[in-house]
């Protein structure tokens, strides 16, 4: 056996070789314990295997097999009563496994694991070290297998449980027991968790170790690697165990001990947090402790030589006093520091193009003010390095490694933080904002420490990035809580509002995070500063805010432009982006796109660098240019907007080498153009600022179009997708400003001949053969949507084959595989059946019915919502038609078509509320649309009767809103169809029946609104049906009125004055069709609720003398000319009436009337 094993190769070999040996170490049958020379043997074999297992790691390692079949003879030939050599055994567990990365098989983890639990039940207290060491390398992503030890480990008196206790006076102990525990709360996907009373254990356990404070005879490295196996096992717990934190309590514990450890050796910072946080509006201050901080700092932060003395008279980059940016939030002249730093951080700071902006802020950062006042604070925040110290070298080195270790520390618990804010509650979360996100500072008052805090002073640049990596956490989402702030106007009270307390967190947010980017010397904490300030941009309400914020990041960013590490590049573009996106249009943003380009260039030195020295340059680019329209609104510079052209240039020009030194993490297009990321984020930010400020961009129309189609030209997809994304852009920007109720008057519009030149440059180029031969469904998707985008105007006044192309595209497109690309296809058929020069073409109409039929019937949730829509476009087509052509179009359409969208409309009412919105929709214009002929043909008698009943279904069923919304709106079609024998057939009842119960119960106002309105839309007094009918509707709207002001969501109160307004127009319809039959009961219920329907009726008719006064165009008079009809009808029928029987209806509208009158001349007068 031996001699096989000598042949097979390292370290393979010498692992069965040790086998080998520990093999024949076995005990002899009959040999109770062994003897000397054989302990000796085993001490001596252990030791070799252990010195190896320390040694450089080889090429390939031993088999997993090989490894735990060596652990487990080796514990067998050991008896617990050795302790030295079940010290030795266990060191080489812990070796091994960690060496090696070995997974333990179930088989022989269950022996491991017993033999180290037994040892620890039976052996002395100085072995238990190792012993839990290999225990913590056994369990380690084995937590699933171990299920039956967990009694033994984690019960209530466990052994880790005890080991980890907070009396436990070993804390080196103590810290092999909390890893161990933190390794068994490690989650393997796929195997279930541990249960929750174990977790629970887990979780008390490593918060109690976060809460103590470390002793003195307790070495800090090793209290250090006690908290970071604290913090691991509560991620653990956050992540894997997907803890749901929700006792305040609990909360807020964790909060306050994640807080000390964020902090935990930070140079110069001494904090004492109270043992949990409570979530509170108003900002949560920390006790300081003074005396530790002036002690520790001069000890902490000396200086050599001349170093010591220049720092009097000169701050290094990236120092900023803490006084020094309290002096910069505050606007008086607190000293002259404050002003220098105002100065520095609102404009200065951009002195030459496209330098590197840390040295430009320790160039300007000469602050003329006392030395006593900058000493006493400058030093606070200074970022050591080893270099910097008086240490000796060993001394130097004992504390370099300190300073890593607290470091792991602090990033161990901003991790933890990031995981406990998934964890938390969003809402819950704010309660605890002040604790975290630094508010500006009291006159008087410190800084509170915050993840700011971290951001600007600590030395590490990885815990740096780690800070700022959990406020864009706690940022991100954070749009409805931050819309609150306010601080527009000055406010004068004896109490902050809420909201002006908000306003004044996020400008010091603002201000810290322009300070750190100014400060930051890492790229990789560049690019989270810069991330984390695109996050706050985007949720930010700058519209309630006074401006100034968003030019000072502006301003403060564009340097980075042209940063040498990609990434800043890329993540500054982000934030250009998000600046240009967030609640666009605004008038700030607006006013720092209309700047000219050359004040961003040769006097500010924005981040534009050379590439730009000729200012037409990248228009020349292009391959042809067009004219831009004269003077479009918003465009004031004859220079393009400074953004437009940096976006542009990055696209299309070639790179320069000078400008990236980490592209070769992009080597495929590092020969031609700039890194495809920094490409890619330059045409998201291009389609951003076309989709908000439009009017800036317009005037490069074509110029942009050509950069659209360059990039569908490219090879990459990704490119080619944000190229037809812009395209799509483009379009919708000139759809929007041709929409009927447009606000740009139509002399500052794009000309409809720059957008038909626009789109046949389109159709010329790559945009349909993207649509063709794509193999990327989403790039087919975006070029469908593109396509969709045309304007209806310019579509007509393309050439007649072009026209023929889009509509063959999109027919074809429609019978595509990709559910993406036939949902896109089914769509932009419903845009296009709304052009009025397709509409009229039958051929079209009944291709394009097909298709969207054949869509309707897909599998794809998304393709049946999306050909619902179009169905109910096609079939607005229909009714427009019909109007605008008559029977001419009913007769060519096919009768058999018309059948089939019934009955697949009927059938989509009963798929999901996406596509069932939108099927109701296309049944009551397809109801609407039936003629006599129609309605006659018994095929079409079960169609129509079925799909009559599947509204009556819908508009009593408990769907969405908007599904309600659509079948009343659906009925009311209906109803406008005279070939329909309302008020005779059977539907005709429950038809009124279920408006009349959604009038007076509905929870959603609008649905209310639209019954009613379905309710009044029947001309004749026959179509009501019998009196009993006509009056449960009467009843069921005298109901309604009284109660619509009844409602639990305030948000539907908005929305009762429009129903009372329909209300009291389909009760005066009633009125002017009524019966004498129907008179009794009408006197009836004006009898019992005259005076609430007389203030009613008196309201709707005021409000249409206001309205009409407001410039709404109401008719004046329309109101009150239904109501004279109604007068004027009901008095003849009453004089038909005689003797006793005869009531007075009109006389009580009259009387109305005159009221009004007299309201109406008093206020005049």
């Given amino acids: 056996m031996a001699a096989v094993a000598v042949e097979e190769p390292e370290p393979c070999g010498s692992f069965r070789r040790y086998l080998a040996r520990l093999g024949a170490l076995r005990p002899q049958p009959g040999a109770e314990r062994p003897d000397g020379g054989r302990r000796t043997e085993l001490h001596l074999l252990f030791d070799q295997l252990i010195s190896e297992s320390c040694g450089p790691a080889p090429a390939a390692g031993p088999s997993p097999q090989d490894v735990c079949a060596l652990l487990a003879q080796a514990c067998q030939l050991v008896h617990l009563d050795q302790e030295h050599l079940v010290s030795k055994v266990c060191q080489l567990i812990h070796h091994l496994l960690n060496r090696f990365q070995v997974m333990v098989d179930e088989q022989n983890l269950n022996f491991l694991l017993s033999y180290c639990i037994s040892a620890l039940k039976q052996c002395s207290s100085w072995t238990h070290v190792e012993i839990l060491q290999a225990l913590a390398a056994l369990v380690y992503n084995n937590g699933p297998k171990c299920q039956k030890y967990l009694p033994d480990l984690l019960g209530k008196t466990g052994l880790l449980v005890q080991f980890s206790d907070s009396a436990q006076p070993d804390v080196e102990l103590r810290r092999a027991a909390v890893r161990s525990m933190a390794n068994l709360c490690l989650s393997v996907p796929g195997q279930p968790y541990l249960d929750e009373s174990y977790r629970s254990v887990c979780f008390q356990t490593f918060l109690s170790v976060l809460q103590s404070s470390k002793t003195s005879d307790v070495d800090d490295i090793t209290f250090c690697m006690l908290l970071q196996n604290a913090l691991k096992g509560i991620q653990s717990l956050l992540n894997g165990g997907k803890m749901k934190l929700m006792q305040t309590d609990q909360i807020g514990s964790l909060l306050a001990v994640l807080k000390k450890c964020m902090f935990h050796g930070l140079p110069g910072l001494s904090i004492e947090m109270p043992t949990a946080l409570y979530p509170a509006p108003l900002p949560q201050y920390d006790k300081r402790s003074p005396i530790k901080q002036e002690q520790s700092e001069p000890a902490t932060f000396k200086q050599t030589g001349n170093r010591r003395k220049k720092s009097k008279g000169k701050q290094k980059k990236g120092e900023f006093g803490e006084e020094g940016k309290e002096d910069l939030g505050d606007a008086g002249n607190e000293s002259v520091l404050g002003a220098d730093m105002l100065k520095l951080h609102l404009g200065d700071v951009q002195n030459s193009p496209c330098s590197d902006p840390r040295t430009r802020a320790s160039d ?31 001394e130097g080195g004992i504390q370099s490694k300190m300073r890593s270790y607290q470091a792991n520390v602090r990033q161990g618990a901003l991790a933890c933080f990031l995981s406990a804010i998934k964890s938390i509650e969003k809402r819950v979360l704010y309660g605890y904002w002040s604790a975290f996100v630094p508010d500006a500072p009291g006159i008087g008052s410190p800084q509170s420490v915050s993840l700011m805090t971290i951001a600007l002073k600590d030395p590490s640049p990885k815990t740096r990035a780690c800070a ?33 307390t908000i306003a004044s967190s996020i400008r010091e947010l603002h201000r810290c995070l322009l300070l750190a980017l100014v400060a930051e010397s890492s790229s990789q904490t560049l690019t989270q500063i810069v991330k984390c300030l695109a996050n706050l941009v985007s949720n930010v309400p700058y519209s309630r805010l006074k401006p100034g914020l968003l030019t000072r990041v502006w301003n403060q960013i564009k340097p980075y432009i042209c940063h040498k590490d990609v990434n800043v590049r890329v993540s500054s573009l982000t934030l250009l982006g998000a600046i240009v996106s967030v609640q666009a249009p605004l008038p700030e943003v607006q006013l720092l796109l209309q700047q000219p380009s050359s004040s961003g260039l040769n006097n500010s030195g924005s981040a534009t660098p050379h590439r730009f020295n000729s200012s037409e340059q990248w228009r020349k680019a292009l391959p042809s240019e067009g004219e831009p329209p004269d003077n479009p609104a918003g465009c004031t510079s004859s220079e393009p907007c400074w953004l437009l052209r940096l976006c542009v240039s990055i696209i299309v020009l070639p790179r320069e080498d000078s400008c990236s030194d980490s592209d070769a993490n992009f080597p495929s297009f590092s020969s031609v153009y700039e890194p495809c990321p920094l490409r890619l984020e330059s045409l998201q930010v291009l389609a951003l600022l076309v989709k908000g400020y439009f009017p800036m961009a317009q005037s490069y129309f074509l110029e942009l179009g050509e950069v659209a189609c360059r990039c569908m030209e490219e090879m990459d997809p990704s490119i080619q997708l944000h190229g037809a994304k812009l395209l799509e852009e483009l379009g919708t920007g000139v759809l929007q400003q041709y929409k009927p109720d447009s606000a740009v008057a139509p002399d500052q519009r794009v000309p409809v001949s720059v957008v038909v030149t626009f789109w046949t440059m389109m159709l010329n180029g790559p945009l349909p053969g993207t649509l063709q031969n794509s193999p990327h469904a989403t790039l087919q998707t975006s070029a469908c949507d593109a396509l969709s985008s045309i304007l209806p105007e310019a579509f007509s006044s393309l050439q007649n084959d072009q026209q023929i192309l889009c509509v063959t595209l999109l027919l074809g497109l429609n019978h595509s595989e990709n559910p993406l690309v036939k949902a896109a296809a089914a769509r932009a058929l419903g845009v296009y059946i709304l052009f009025s020069c397709l509409r009229q073409d039958v051929m079209f109409v009944a291709d394009t019915a097909n298709a969207i039929l054949n869509s309707l019937h897909d599998k794809s949730p998304n393709v049946r919502a999306k050909a619902a829509w179009s169905l109910g476009n096609l079939t607005d087509t229909l009714i427009i038609n019909m109007q605008t052509m008559g029977q001419s179009f009913q007769e060519e359409f096919s009768d058999l078509l018309l059948l089939k969208m019934l009955r697949s409309a009927t059938e989509a009412s009963k798929d999901r509320d996406k596509v069932k919105s939108n099927a109701v929709r296309a049944l009551g214009n397809v109801l609407h649309f039936l003629q006599p002929y129609h309605i006659a043909n018994p095929r079409f008698r079960e169609a129509i009767e079925e799909s009559l009943q599947a509204l009556i279904s819908t508009v009593q069923s408990e769907a969405t809103m908007k599904v309600r919304w659509n079948a009343c709106y659906a009925l009311g079609n209906v109803f406008k169809n005279p070939a329909l024998p309302l008020g005779e057939a059977p539907w005709t009842t429950q038809a009124y029946s279920a408006l009349s119960s959604v009038v007076k119960s509905c929870k959603n106002f609008k649905v209310r609104i639209k019954s009613a309105m379905a309710l009044s839309i029947p001309s004749k007094r026959e179509c009501y049906g019998s009196t009993e009918q006509f009056c449960q509707i009467w009843s069921a709207l005298v109901i309604a009125l009284q109660k619509s002001e009844d409602t639990e969501d305030f948000l539907e109160f908005k929305y009762s004055a429009s129903l009372r307004t329909q209300i009291c127009q389909a009760l005066l319809h009633l009125l002017s069709l009524a019966r004498s039959t129907d008179l009794p009961v009408i006197w009836e219920t004006i009898t019992e609720n005259g005076d609430a329907i007389k203030s009613y009726v008196l309201q709707y008719l005021k409000l249409g003398v206001e309205e009409n006064e407001a410039g709404m165009h ?47 001349e008093l206020t005049e007068a």
Avoid: C
């Fill in 364 to 394: 300007v950062a000469h602050v003329p003010a006392g030395k006593d006042h900058l000493s006493s604070h400058y030093t606070s925040w200074k970022r050591i390095s080893s270099s910097e110290s008086e240490y000796s070298d060993a």
């Fill in 468 to 500: 700022l990596q959990v406020l864009s956490a706690i940022l991100e989402g954070s749009k409805q809580f931050l819309s609150v702030a306010e601080d527009a106007n000055d406010h004068k009270r004896a109490f902050t509002p809420f909201s002006v």
């Fill in 1114 to 1160: 109401t008719d004046l008079y329309e109101r009150e000319r239904v109501l004279k009809g109604a007068i004027e009808h009901l008095g003849g029928i009453e004089k038909q009436l005689e003797g006793k029987a005869r009531v007075r209806v009109s006389a009580y509208l009259e009387d109305v009337l005159t009221n009004h009158a007299n309201a109406t």
